[in-house]
């Protein structure tokens, strides 16, 4: 019996890290499609399109890619907090056994918000969401004086 439970033990935490890794994957994705896409639009539309429409156009695939990196990390988050869970009370009891939804651990890890103003979100997404509502700005502040 001891054995019948070390085997779902790990057949159960295999199956949680699988879960983590997938969530690591995607946030490290969305980040490299992120930087991708900001520097082949720049790349692509040098001096032929006003650089306002380009900033507008830019700053809402950069607020997308920064909500999902968010999902994916908060998400990664639930599953790190299920995966000790697991750790500490699968031996003890059967509840919840492979089940793999992570809401029922949103309580036990930082809110969605939190982790979406996380220091290293708001550097990588933030800086340069920043520059182009800067950029927004002038380049709308200079349209209008110039009329």
């Given at each position: ?79 790190r ?40 979100l ?19 502040i ?6």
């Amino acid at each position: 019996m001891e054995e019948r439970n070390e085997r779902i033990l790990h057949k159960e935490i295999d199956l949680i890290q699988d879960c983590i890794k997938r969530m690591a994957h995607n946030s490290f994705l969305i980040k490299g499609w992120s930087i991708t896409l900001i520097a082949v639009v720049l790349a692509l539309t040098k001096d032929k399109v006003d650089f306002l429409f380009i900033s507008i156009i830019l700053l809402l695939p950069i607020l997308g890619f920064w909500y999902l990196d968010t999902f994916f990390l908060h998400t990664e988050k639930m599953y790190r907090a299920m995966y000790e869970w697991v750790i500490k009370n699968r031996l003890k009891s059967d509840e919840r056994l492979y089940e793999l939804n992570p809401r029922k651990y949103e309580d036990s890890v930082d809110r969605f918000s939190k982790v979406f103003f996380s220091i290293t979100l708001r550097i990588f997404y933030g800086i340069p969401a920043l520059v182009l509502l800067i950029i927004i700005v002038l380049k709308t502040i200079q349209k209008f004086s110039l009329c």
